[in-house]
């Protein structure tokens, strides 16, 4: 039986990779798991601290959602009329930089 399963953290990427396992693979694998999970105490069980790890996760959240409403930004002053170097000074980068950033994202 395949096994999809999506290889980045984020989600974002749309490369997905097929694992074939035998049915008797994964009933080992759920046995091993239930004798894991019957051995493990709450009370006693070691728990990394994952605020900081928790943190980069939000902030790279947030910045893709920046990025997005840049990239919508842009969009909606370029449909305005908007020259690339209006929009360069906006951003405070080159026209050139302002148009490779943006150009090939941009809704036709």
Known sequence: MPCDYDRSSTGSSSEVITMRHTDNEIERAAHRFD???DTL???TAEVDHTDDLREIAAAAEA???DE???????EVARAHG???NQIAVT??????AAR????????A
């Not at 490779?100 to 809704?107: G, V, Y």
């Open 82 to 84: 908007r020259s690339w």
């Open 41 to 43: 105490d709450p009370t």
């Open 35 to 37: 004798q894991l999970a």
């Open 100 to 107: 490779q950033r943006f150009a090939d994202k941009l809704h």
């Open 63 to 65: 910045a893709r959602a």
């Open 68 to 74: 997005a409403r840049l990239r919508e930004a842009v």
């Open 91 to 96: 951003l405070g980068v080159s026209r050139q």
